[in-house]
């Protein structure tokens, strides 16, 4: 669903739509959609800017993600409502690409659009990433993978004792003081 900036000039946009796992692509990051993704919200181009829109709603996913600690699935509900806000990109002759652009504090939460307007299922995308915890775990008591022989700790324990001694310094233990 796209949001052009000449619609949202006339009038503000409702939107309620629900987009099946595949249908939003995000490979790339290692998740997979498992259930349907339900949004619901408003679209509008803010009045005394330069063509900045803002996107308020509310969505609800179930996505699922290889666990950081053991590999096994992770499931990662997400339920949440969002307030972004859009700016037109700076066009690329402004600004050198080595070169930095100043945010004020106000803008850190600010993205940009391309084009002449807004794509939905990227603000979406967009979102949810940001809405996934750093470390994804199946659970917070998760024990991982044992670094010696590659079991699962939390099917199954081992007998494994990692060694603690550091080799660079095992040179240093045979020398003797007078």
């Known amino acids: ?11 503000k946009a409702h939107f309620e739509v629900t987009f099946q796992p ?5 490979l790339d990051s290692g998740l997979r959609q498992i259930s349907p993704l339900a949004a619901g919200g408003a679209v509008e181009l803010l009045g005394d800017t330069l063509g900045e829109i803002r996107v308020q709603g509310k969505l609800q996913v179930t996505m699922e993600a290889d666990c950081d600690r053991c590999l096994e699935t992770a499931l ?3 339920e949440s409502t969002f307030d972004l806000f859009y700016r037109p990109a700076p066009p690329a002759h402004a600004h ?7 945010l004020d ?21 967009e979102h949810i990433l ?5 470390q994804r775990v199946c659970n917070e008591a998760c024990k991982g993978i044992c670094p010696i022989c590659g079991q699962n700790r939390n099917s199954s324990g ?4 990692a060694k603690s001694a ?13």
């Open 158 to 161: 081992c007998d494994c004792h």
């Open 166 to 178: 550091d080799d660079r310094w095992e040179a240093l233990r045979s020398l003797t003081l007078n």
């Open 130 to 134: 940001l809405s996934m915890p750093m």
């Open 105 to 125: 504090e106000g803008e850190v939460e600010l993205s940009f659009y391309e084009g002449g307007g807004l794509e939905l299922k990227e603000v979406l995308r």
């Open 22 to 26: 595949g249908e939003i692509d995000f």
């Open 96 to 102: 050198h690409a080595a070169e930095e652009v100043e």
């Open 1 to 11: 669903m796209f949001f052009s900036v000449k619609d949202l000039e006339v009038r």
């Open 76 to 78: 990662h509900p997400v």
